[in-house]
């Protein structure tokens, strides 16, 4: 049964790389914000069962997908005051989540969470089909 599981953790794995080695850039800042959200997700439910592990793991990925992955993408000398106010955004998560992990709230959780959606949808809105077209994050991602 072991067995079993690493091999579809492996398949799930490899798939993960390749549609990341297949993305534009607009995709992947677009995967960044579903596993952010996807993290969310799993810390609050490790919470509500009381796993520490699965919500420690959870809290560690989201905080890395934003810090490293979102906040760390912003092209500062591109984006202008665009890129200033997403990175006192991301900031602003990042504490509000440290918090919430600390606390175990998932009330922040869930405020996160619709800053994350709110940034989301506005992000899949520009590429879309007639939208201004942007491949770098509205030139605030290098």
């Known amino acids: ?3 079993a599981r690493r091999a579809i953790g492996a ?13 534009n850039p607009h995709r992947l800042i677009a995967m960044l914000f579903e596993g952010a959200r996807a993290a969310i997700n799993l810390a609050g439910a490790g919470i509500q069962r009381g796993d520490v592990p699965a919500k420690l793991r959870a809290f560690d990925k989201v905080i890395s997908i934003i810090g490293q992955g979102l906040q760390a993408s912003l092209d500062h000398q591109r984006g202008g005051e665009i890129a ?28 996160v969470d619709g ?4 940034l989301q949808d506005a992000w899949l809105a520009i590429g ?9 994050h509205l030139s605030v991602v290098s």
């Open 11 to 23: 398949y799930a794995q490899v798939g993960i790389e390749t549609s990341v080695v297949d993305a």
């Open 1 to 3: 049964m072991y067995a």
């Open 84 to 111: 200033v106010q997403l990175n006192g955004l991301y900031d602003y998560m990042l504490r509000r989540l440290l918090l919430a992990n600390g606390t175990n709230d998932l009330t922040i959780l869930a405020e």
């Open 115 to 118: 800053l994350l959606a709110t």
């Open 128 to 136: 879309q089909p007639g939208a201004a077209a942007s491949s770098n």
